[in-house]
């Protein structure tokens, strides 16, 4: 794990050094709201408040993307206790998920056309994850990756693919032990699409797949992991008065399939000592419908 995340965290530096020289840039503060989120160890939706500061910039040798998302949780996912359930009194969670990832066009660094077929461009990207919620399970992961990526000719937007490996460490409240997981491999995507529907319109997303990574803190092997976001964002900014692609609204979709990697459950409602199935150990899969806004500047 040290190897494998000193070298991500030097390539990251690496590519954080042109800050201050970006050669285009967008920047926007979102917001997402559904009640059709869900946590493991409980069982049905919860409501879920999102506020996303989000950028990417270009520079002479390629891209560096960030994004950092705060979700307030209502009671039905509570904040730490004794039970991890909801109760009276116990306020809902708060989370914190910060991405980054900094992606090197290879065919500027060595100044070779390296475009074919559909591929425009090669990337390398490397970045890291890093999550804190104040939950029962604790959960304080943080993740590697790197890999290239392969950048598609698509008009009027991006489509980005890439698979490489991934290494996570992370926290069990549950069980009060840290974990180390085992290196695996991760696909990804991401893509934005502009279009007009009567308005101008933009479709725009991502999706992870990660691999097994190994037994978690309860000692049970884990699963492959899928997640991912997608919307239908419409250009609103006529209506404040602002420039073309200012303030931007939709619907969205997230998708989370195996959540941290533990294979998906719906366990009673009401814990049985009996047999030791309960809300603890319930993993269902996450469907869930958004109403998202964004102020880019």
Request: overall charge neutral; aromatic content about 16%.
């Amino acid at each position: 794990m040290k190897k494998f995340t000193s070298t991500v965290l030097g390539l990251v530096a690496l590519a954080a050094l042109p800050l201050g020289a970006a050669n285009w840039s967008d920047t926007f503060v979102g917001y997402q709201y559904s009640n059709q989120f869900r946590d493991p160890g409980l069982v049905g939706t919860q409501v879920k408040n999102r506020l996303e500061l989000s950028g990417v910039y270009g520079w002479d040798y390629g891209t560096n993307f960030f994004d950092v998302n705060m979700l307030s949780a209502t009671k039905s996912s509570p904040a730490n206790d004794s039970t991890g359930q909801p109760q009276a009194g116990v306020p809902g969670n708060t989370e914190v998920y910060v991405v980054y990832r900094s992606s090197f066009d290879l065919g500027k660094i060595f100044k070779t056309n390296m475009a074919f077929g559909p591929v425009r461009e090669v990337d390398f990207t490397v970045g890291f994850d890093f999550d804190s919620q104040d939950n029962q399970f604790a959960s304080n992961k943080k993740l590697m990756i790197a890999g290239p990526q392969f950048g598609l000719n698509i008009e009027h937007g991006f489509w980005n693919v890439g698979f490489g490996g991934c290494r996570e460490a992370n926290y069990n409240g549950v069980v009060q032990k840290e974990v180390d997981f085992k290196t695996q491999y991760a696909i990804w995507t991401s893509w934005g699409k502009h279009f007009d529907l009567g308005v101008p319109a933009t479709f725009k997303g991502w999706l992870n797949y990660v691999g097994p990574k190994g037994k978690d803190g309860f000692g049970v092997d884990t699963k492959a992991e899928t997640v991912g976001d997608m919307y239908l964002m419409f250009d609103a900014s006529g209506l404040f008065g602002r420039k073309h692609g200012a303030f931007l609204i939709g619907p969205g979709f997230e998708y989370w399939n195996n959540k941290f990697g533990g294979v998906n459950y719906s366990a009673p409602a009401v814990f049985n000592p009996a047999t030791g199935k309960g809300p603890w150990n319930n993993n269902e899969r996450t469907t869930a419908l958004m109403l998202s806004a964004e102020f880019h500047f």
